[in-house]
Structures are given as structure tokens and as C-alpha cells.
């Protein structure tokens, strides 16, 4: 099975920061990889699908990338309503395999 | 609009079984490959098991840790998921999600203890 590592599993940052998280695959996957963001008490709502496509309603802010084995999330300017849990998730033909979660604290 | 409503929740002791249902509405289950998520107070999420959509013959696959306990089914009829849990133990106790990957329900909590 494919293993997702994310990282890193928590970071504080400020409002207006540019934030970085990644996550890598233990071995190439296609584009079947899609971001995350939970609050707490609140279910999962999805940012990003096919590693790039900006879900509807969601700030342009907000952007993935990467291919093979190495996928990002980048949050342009932290704003306060971001500060939550993240989440990268693969999924394929049999499976979905989520990444570990990154918290995003205020700094 | 899209509502994935998950219910059947509750207490149950070690051992013991329960069902849980994702009604939907908006939204055709047949159509969707549909999965459920849970997620320990704390902790990330994890992936159980999934229903292909009709199309797809609606086979099921299992993540190893539920595979020989829990089971996911769909009634068209009533535009239903289930997850059906047996031989529950006291690590099963999270919330419970639906989801297709772009829909998700509310969550449902299960608690398993003596």
C-alpha cells in the first residue's frame, strides 16, 4: 500500500505568512491527490483535488502542486479563519491513504 | 443542495455491534464511490472502507484493520449508506464520517465501553 507522509505535523505562523506543507508518497502516484482542511468538531472539507484544482468556493489563496512522489499545499496569505488542520489525502482504485495532518497555530 | 446525514450512533459495549446509516439527499449513492472516515478525539483521519457507485458493479473494499469486522453497503432505494460494525472494541471509539471526497456528512459518535 501506498504510505503518505506529511509534514510537518504542526507549525505556528502569523497572519499574511505564505505556509508551506508537504506531502510525499512512499511511491508515484498520478494525480489522485486532494487537501483538506478540518476545524475542530467540524468535518473535513476538501480545498484542492487533483493536486491542483481549486475546489469551488475556496479562496485563491489557497494552491497545490507537485507530481510523483512529492505534492504541496500553499496558503498565500495566512488569514485568521486558516488556522486549522490539514490534511492530504491520495486515493486510487482500492484505497485512500490520508497523510498524518499538519495543525496550523497562530504564532 | 447536497446533505450527507449520518445517524446510529451511540454506546456499545466491547463485542457488540452497530449500524450505521448515511442518508443522502441531492445526491445519488449509486453514483458515487462512497467511503467511510472516522477519526479518534485527537487524532487524524482514517479511512475504513468504501462502495464502488453502480456502475461499477458496487464492489467493496476494506482498510486491514476492519477488514473481517466491518461492512459498507448501499440501499438504492432509500439513497442510504451503511457501515455495519461488529465485534467493536474500545479503540473503534471516534466520530464516524460519510464522504465522497467532496461531500461529507456531520459525523456520527461511536463510543465503545464496558
Redesign the interface.
Known amino acids: 500500500d501506498i504510505q503518505m507522509t506529511q509534514s510537518p505535523s504542526s507549525l505556528s505562523a502569523s497572519v499574511g505568512d505564505r505556509v508551506t506543507i508537504t506531502c510525499r508518497a512512499s511511491q508515484a502516484i498520478r494525480n489522485d491527490l486532494?487537501w483538506?482542511q478540518?476545524k475542530p468538531g467540524k468535518?473535513?472539507?476538501?480545498l484542492i483535488?487533483a493536486v491542483s484544482s481549486l475546489?469551488s468556493g475556496v479562496p485563491s489563496r489557497f494552491s497545490g502542486s507537485g507530481s510523483g512522489t512529492e505534492f504541496t499545499l500553499t496558503i498565500s496569505s495566512l488569514q485568521p479563519e486558516d488556522f486549522a488542520t490539514y490534511?492530504c489525502?491520495h486515493?486510487n482504485y482500492?484505497?485512500?491513504?490520508?497523510?498524518?495532518?499538519t495543525k496550523v497555530e497562530i504564532k | 443542495e447536497v446533505q450527507l446525514v449520518e445517524s446510529g450512533g451511540g454506546l456499545v459495549k466491547p463485542g457488540g455491534s452497530l449500524r450505521l446509516s448515511c442518508a443522502a439527499s441531492g445526491f445519488t449513492l449509486s453514483n458515487a464511490w462512497m467511503s467511510w472516515v472516522r477519526q479518534v478525539p485527537g487524532k487524524g483521519l482514517e479511512w475504513l472502507g468504501r462502495i464502488k457507485s453502480k456502475t461499477n458493479g458496487g464492489a467493496t473494499d476494506y482498510a486491514a484493520p476492519v477488514k473481517d469486522r466491518f461492512t459498507v453497503s448501499r440501499d438504492d432505494s432509500k439513497n442510504t449508506l451503511y457501515l455495519q460494525m461488529s465485534s467493536l472494541k474500545t479503540e473503534d471509539t471516534a466520530v464516524y464520517y460519510c464522504s465522497d471526497g467532496g461531500y461529507w456528512g456531520q459525523g456520527t459518535q461511536v463510543t465503545v465501553s464496558s
Not at chain 1, 43 to 46: E, F, I
Open positions: 486532494g483538506y478540518q468535518a473535513p472539507q476538501r483535488y475546489q490534511y489525502l486515493h482500492y484505497l485512500w491513504t490520508f497523510g498524518q495532518g
